[in-house]
């Protein structure tokens, strides 16, 4: 059967520090992949998605990149973290166009 | 771009009652699936219900249903007979060819 990992659970990191959110599927090849950032109480922002291993689109500009150096791992990376990159992470992963996205438990990350 | 619009961010109701979530989407492409997902308190993506945008019959899965329409990019989630565990934040979805992307949400409250 299919699953996906994603860590850490919960992450606080100071300003300025780098960032290194890691997912993998298992139980299934070329995954599409995709990272979201929830801030509280809101929308699922789709942040970077990846339909193969060489191919990841961004979908916000901002200070956050993603790797995906194997076929089932997805890494969401930072240099150098800002305050306003405090958020719930999400990873997930479908199959062609119409199965249902698999989600991983999701990171809480606290830039203070 | 495909864009999703949820325009209720909150909404209560008794148990026991029907309650409609809308939700409008917009593309160009012509092949693609639709979604609603619930997320309770524990924050885990669950799926509800999927509808595939070339059938015209309405998907059904036991108290939730769909109104999908198509010309009008339409596509809301009726809940009937509502329970006390269906609380949570509910997100609609779309997928076409690549990208996963989901509405800001609408936040459900149940009341006993």
């Known amino acids: 059967s299919q699953t996906i990992h994603q860590w850490p659970a919960t992450l606080v990191q100071p300003v300025g520090s780098p960032l290194s959110l890691e997912c993998t599927v298992e139980g299934t090849s070329n995954p599409n992949l995709y990272w979201y950032r929830q801030a509280a109480g809101r929308g699922l922002q789709l942040l970077f998605y990846?339909?193969?291993?060489?191919?990841i689109s961004s979908e916000v500009p901002q200070n956050l990149s993603a790797s995906r150096p194997q076929d089932r791992q997805f890494i969401l990376s930072s240099k150098k973290l800002l305050l306003s990159d405090s958020g719930f992470y999400l990873c997930a992963w479908n199959r062609g166009l119409n199965t249902e996205a698999f989600f991983g438990q999701g990171t809480r990350l606290t830039v203070v | 771009a495909q864009t999703v619009t949820q325009s209720q961010p909150e909404m209560s109701v008794q148990e026991a009652e029907t309650v409609t979530l809308s939700c409008t989407y917009d593309?160009?492409?012509?092949?693609?699936?639709l979604f609603w997902y619930k997320q309770p308190p524990s924050r885990q993506m669950i799926l509800v219900i999927r509808?595939?945008?070339?059938?015209?019959q309405n998907a059904t899965e036991n108290r939730f249903s769909v109104n999908f329409q198509k010309a009008a990019k339409s596509f809301s989630l009726k809940i009937s007979d509502s329970q006390l565990g269906d609380t949570a934040m509910y997100f609609c979805a779309f997928k076409g060819a690549q990208k996963l992307v989901f509405g800001q949400g609408t936040r459900l409250t149940i009341n006993p």
């Open positions: 990846s339909i193969g291993i060489d191919q």
């Open positions: 509808q595939e945008a070339y059938k015209q």
């Open positions: 593309t160009s492409e012509n092949n693609y699936y």
